[in-house]
């Protein structure tokens, strides 16, 4: 689904008034990256169901030059090239394995601590599969922006195990796909990956 033009609009005014703050410490223009930063959360407010005051603390926990955030996913296969999913447990529907980049994890090293958090299985990263703008995916609209990095990752060792993010972990055959959890992985995306899966040569997808 295309993301909303409201949106679009408090993205840029946030990255304006968070630049800002940032980079010019004159009194007066802090003054104004304020009042850019109260407008862009009264249009949020507008829009959504949250007040405009918890839109802009919010906000103001970002800090320095906007960037788009990362989100780094798990794609393993098992020996019958099934793939592994886990249950989320706030929405009760499946996701390919991963979560927010840490900054002090390499980028192999934090899908991989993802995967085993939330699945119980230790892996190895070997290809990076797909680096997705998450807006044009088809994902719902979220109120930041977000880069998705799908890896490819071996399976080495561990057992299923579920954590306090996830109530249920299972592989998967391409035909029998449970529901997902459509904020976090989209069904189209996991067919690309078996069509991964089949096919080493592919190159890495990008947008």
Known sequence: MPIPQWLTWVRRLQSIAQAGFTYNHDVYDQERYQQIEVIA???AAEHTSVDATKIVSMY??????????????????????EI?????????????????????DRPSQAVTREIEEESGYQTEA?????IYD????GHPAHEFAIWKLYFLCTL??????ISHETSDVGFFAENALPELDEGRTQKHNVLRFFEHHRDATLTTDFD
Request: without cysteine; charged residues 25%.
């Open 41 to 43: 959360s009264e249009i």
């Open 60 to 81: 103001r926990h970002e800090k320095g030059y906007a960037t788009p955030k990362i989100d780094v996913r798990g794609v393993v296969f098992n020996a019958d090239s």
């Open 84 to 104: 592994l999913l886990v249950k989320e447990v706030r929405t009760q529907k499946w996701t390919l394995p991963g979560g927010w980049a840490d900054v002090w």
């Open 126 to 130: 070997s290809k990076v599969l797909a």
């Open 134 to 137: 998450r807006e044009h995916q």
């Open 156 to 161: 080495i060792g561990g057992n299923a195990q």
